[in-house]
Protein backbone atom coordinates (compact mmCIF):
# COMPACT_ATOMS: atom_id res chain seq x y z
CA UNK A 1 0.00 0.00 0.00
CA UNK A 2 3.06 2.28 0.34
CA UNK A 3 2.31 5.63 -2.26
CA UNK A 4 6.39 6.14 -2.90
CA UNK A 5 7.24 4.90 -6.59
CA UNK A 6 11.18 5.24 -5.29
CA UNK A 7 10.62 2.36 -2.44
CA UNK A 8 10.14 -1.28 -3.45
CA UNK A 9 10.01 -4.39 -1.27
CA UNK A 10 11.29 -8.40 -2.83
CA UNK A 11 8.74 -9.10 0.38
CA UNK A 12 5.94 -7.42 -1.92
CA UNK A 13 6.22 -8.99 -5.42
CA UNK A 14 3.83 -10.81 -6.23
CA UNK A 15 5.46 -13.96 -7.51
CA UNK A 16 8.88 -13.78 -5.01
CA UNK A 17 8.86 -17.75 -5.06
CA UNK A 18 9.42 -17.59 -8.98
CA UNK A 19 11.81 -14.56 -8.34
CA UNK A 20 14.77 -15.51 -6.19
CA UNK A 21 18.16 -14.73 -6.52
CA UNK A 22 19.63 -18.20 -6.36
CA UNK A 23 17.93 -18.61 -9.95
CA UNK A 24 17.94 -14.96 -11.50
CA UNK A 25 20.56 -16.69 -14.00
CA UNK A 26 18.00 -19.51 -15.17
CA UNK A 27 15.38 -16.79 -15.48
CA UNK A 28 17.48 -14.10 -17.12
CA UNK A 29 20.42 -15.41 -18.77
CA UNK A 30 18.89 -16.37 -21.62
CA UNK A 31 17.30 -13.17 -22.25
CA UNK A 32 20.57 -11.70 -21.88
CA UNK A 33 21.99 -13.36 -24.43
CA UNK A 34 19.09 -12.93 -26.97
CA UNK A 35 19.51 -9.33 -26.59
CA UNK A 36 23.71 -9.56 -26.95
CA UNK A 37 24.26 -9.25 -23.57
CA UNK A 38 25.87 -11.91 -22.77
CA UNK A 39 28.93 -13.37 -24.98
CA UNK A 40 29.22 -17.30 -26.52
CA UNK A 41 31.68 -18.35 -23.58
CA UNK A 42 29.22 -17.10 -20.63
CA UNK A 43 26.23 -19.09 -22.86
CA UNK A 44 28.38 -21.89 -22.85
CA UNK A 45 28.77 -22.90 -19.69
CA UNK A 46 25.17 -21.61 -18.80
CA UNK A 47 23.63 -24.21 -21.10
CA UNK A 48 26.21 -26.97 -19.33
CA UNK A 49 24.50 -25.87 -15.68
CA UNK A 50 21.12 -25.84 -16.69
CA UNK A 51 21.53 -28.92 -18.55
CA UNK A 52 23.18 -30.62 -15.93
CA UNK A 53 20.34 -29.60 -13.29
CA UNK A 54 17.55 -31.39 -15.43
CA UNK A 55 19.47 -34.56 -16.41
CA UNK A 56 20.19 -34.83 -12.39
CA UNK A 57 16.28 -34.12 -11.57
CA UNK A 58 15.41 -36.84 -14.03
CA UNK A 59 17.93 -39.12 -12.64
CA UNK A 60 16.74 -39.05 -9.02
CA UNK A 61 12.96 -39.44 -10.09
CA UNK A 62 14.10 -42.45 -11.80
CA UNK A 63 16.68 -44.23 -9.65
CA UNK A 64 14.98 -45.75 -6.49
CA UNK A 65 16.56 -47.21 -3.34
CA UNK A 66 14.83 -50.13 -1.62
CA UNK A 67 14.89 -51.34 1.83
CA UNK A 68 17.03 -53.98 1.90
CA UNK A 69 19.38 -52.90 -0.52
CA UNK A 70 20.57 -49.86 1.64
CA UNK A 71 22.95 -50.23 4.68
CA UNK A 72 20.82 -49.62 7.81
CA UNK A 73 23.65 -47.38 9.66
CA UNK A 74 24.33 -45.20 6.85
CA UNK A 75 20.55 -44.56 6.05
CA UNK A 76 20.39 -43.41 9.76
CA UNK A 77 23.45 -41.08 9.44
CA UNK A 78 22.22 -39.38 6.22
CA UNK A 79 18.22 -39.46 6.45
CA UNK A 80 17.77 -39.43 9.97
CA UNK A 81 15.89 -42.99 10.37
CA UNK A 82 16.05 -45.84 8.52
CA UNK A 83 14.65 -46.57 5.00
CA UNK A 84 11.07 -48.02 5.43
CA UNK A 85 9.77 -48.09 1.69
CA UNK A 86 11.04 -48.39 -1.70
CA UNK A 87 11.41 -44.20 -2.38
CA UNK A 88 13.37 -42.46 -5.30
CA UNK A 89 16.09 -40.26 -4.59
CA UNK A 90 13.69 -36.83 -5.73
CA UNK A 91 11.53 -37.74 -2.98
CA UNK A 92 14.50 -38.14 -0.26
CA UNK A 93 15.92 -35.26 -1.22
CA UNK A 94 12.96 -33.36 -0.28
CA UNK A 95 13.64 -33.63 3.09
CA UNK A 96 14.52 -30.44 4.62
CA UNK A 97 17.96 -32.06 6.86
CA UNK A 98 18.91 -34.70 3.55
CA UNK A 99 21.93 -32.74 1.66
CA UNK A 100 22.56 -33.88 -1.95
CA UNK A 101 26.14 -34.66 -1.37
CA UNK A 102 25.10 -37.01 1.60
CA UNK A 103 22.41 -38.83 -0.11
CA UNK A 104 24.82 -39.40 -2.95
CA UNK A 105 27.07 -41.67 -0.38
CA UNK A 106 23.92 -44.00 -0.52
CA UNK A 107 23.53 -44.71 -4.44
CA UNK A 108 26.45 -46.30 -5.58
CA UNK A 109 25.52 -45.01 -9.55
CA UNK A 110 25.94 -41.17 -8.35
CA UNK A 111 27.50 -38.88 -11.08
CA UNK A 112 30.17 -37.06 -9.97
CA UNK A 113 28.68 -33.45 -9.65
CA UNK A 114 30.76 -30.97 -8.26
CA UNK A 115 29.31 -27.83 -9.06
CA UNK A 116 28.09 -26.08 -6.17
CA UNK A 117 25.70 -23.64 -8.18
CA UNK A 118 23.71 -27.26 -9.79
CA UNK A 119 23.96 -28.91 -6.34
CA UNK A 120 22.17 -25.98 -4.83
CA UNK A 121 19.22 -25.74 -7.44
CA UNK A 122 18.99 -29.39 -7.36
CA UNK A 123 18.02 -29.24 -3.58
CA UNK A 124 16.22 -25.75 -3.50
CA UNK A 125 14.10 -27.16 -6.66
CA UNK A 126 13.32 -30.32 -5.19
CA UNK A 127 12.42 -28.87 -1.24
CA UNK A 128 10.13 -25.92 -2.74
CA UNK A 129 8.76 -27.57 -5.72
CA UNK A 130 5.32 -28.03 -3.85
CA UNK A 131 5.32 -24.19 -2.96
CA UNK A 132 6.51 -23.14 -6.73
CA UNK A 133 4.08 -25.33 -8.29
CA UNK A 134 1.13 -24.26 -6.30
CA UNK A 135 2.18 -20.38 -7.09
CA UNK A 136 2.90 -21.41 -11.07
CA UNK A 137 -0.84 -22.74 -10.80
CA UNK A 138 -1.83 -19.37 -9.26
CA UNK A 139 0.07 -17.33 -11.91
CA UNK A 140 -1.80 -19.05 -14.95
CA UNK A 141 -5.24 -18.79 -12.73
CA UNK A 142 -4.60 -15.05 -12.50
CA UNK A 143 -3.48 -14.83 -16.45
CA UNK A 144 -7.07 -15.54 -16.97
CA UNK A 145 -8.34 -13.35 -14.74
CA UNK A 146 -6.30 -10.44 -16.64
CA UNK A 147 -8.17 -11.35 -19.75
CA UNK A 148 -11.25 -10.83 -18.15
CA UNK A 149 -13.12 -7.61 -18.78
CA UNK A 150 -15.22 -5.95 -16.49
CA UNK A 151 -17.77 -3.80 -18.61
CA UNK A 152 -17.80 0.25 -18.14
CA UNK A 153 -21.36 0.46 -17.61
CA UNK A 154 -21.21 -2.20 -14.85
CA UNK A 155 -22.47 0.06 -11.89
CA UNK A 156 -21.09 -2.13 -8.88
CA UNK A 157 -23.73 -1.10 -6.12
CA UNK A 158 -25.72 -3.93 -7.77
CA UNK A 159 -22.75 -6.71 -6.73
CA UNK A 160 -24.43 -8.20 -3.90
CA UNK A 161 -21.99 -8.65 -1.24
CA UNK A 162 -19.35 -6.09 -1.84
CA UNK A 163 -18.53 -4.03 0.99
CA UNK A 164 -19.23 -0.02 0.68
CA UNK A 165 -15.56 0.62 0.88
CA UNK A 166 -15.00 -2.02 -2.45
CA UNK A 167 -17.67 -0.42 -4.40
CA UNK A 168 -16.13 2.97 -3.66
CA UNK A 169 -12.60 1.91 -4.48
CA UNK A 170 -13.86 0.22 -7.77
CA UNK A 171 -16.08 3.21 -8.73
CA UNK A 172 -13.67 5.62 -8.36
CA UNK A 173 -10.72 3.25 -9.94
CA UNK A 174 -12.88 1.72 -13.00
CA UNK A 175 -10.26 -1.17 -13.31
CA UNK A 176 -11.00 -2.41 -17.19
CA UNK A 177 -10.44 -6.00 -15.86
CA UNK A 178 -10.90 -8.55 -12.77
CA UNK A 179 -6.96 -8.57 -13.14
CA UNK A 180 -6.48 -5.12 -12.26
CA UNK A 181 -9.02 -5.14 -9.43
CA UNK A 182 -7.55 -7.44 -7.95
CA UNK A 183 -4.57 -5.42 -7.75
CA UNK A 184 -6.23 -2.19 -6.08
CA UNK A 185 -4.99 -2.09 -2.38
CA UNK A 186 -8.51 -3.28 -0.50
CA UNK A 187 -10.06 -5.40 -2.74
CA UNK A 188 -10.58 -8.78 -1.37
CA UNK A 189 -9.84 -12.46 -2.79
CA UNK A 190 -13.61 -12.54 -1.21
CA UNK A 191 -14.57 -9.17 -3.41
CA UNK A 192 -12.90 -10.55 -6.79
CA UNK A 193 -15.09 -13.88 -6.43
CA UNK A 194 -18.49 -12.06 -5.75
CA UNK A 195 -17.31 -10.31 -9.24
CA UNK A 196 -16.59 -13.25 -11.05
CA UNK A 197 -20.00 -14.32 -9.95
CA UNK A 198 -21.86 -11.06 -10.55
CA UNK A 199 -20.10 -11.42 -14.05
CA UNK A 200 -21.61 -15.15 -14.51
CA UNK A 201 -25.04 -14.37 -13.51
CA UNK A 202 -25.63 -11.29 -15.26
CA UNK A 203 -22.98 -10.67 -18.20
CA UNK A 204 -23.31 -14.18 -19.61
Known amino acids: GTREPYRMFTSRAEYRLQLREDNADLRLTEKGYQLG ?4 DRWSR ?3 RRDSIEQEQQRLK ?3 LHPGKVDENKAREVLGGTLKKEQNLYELLVRPNVSYEALMTLDSSAPQITDQQVIAQLEIQARYGGYIERQQNEIKRQSKLES ?3 PDQLDYSFVRGLSNEV ?7 RPDTIGQASRIPGITPAAI ?7 KKNMA
Request: hydrophobic share 45%.
Open 37 to 40: LVDE
Open 46 to 48: FNT
Open 62 to 64: TSW
Open 148 to 150: TVL
Open 167 to 173: RQKLSEQ
Open 193 to 199: SLLLVHL
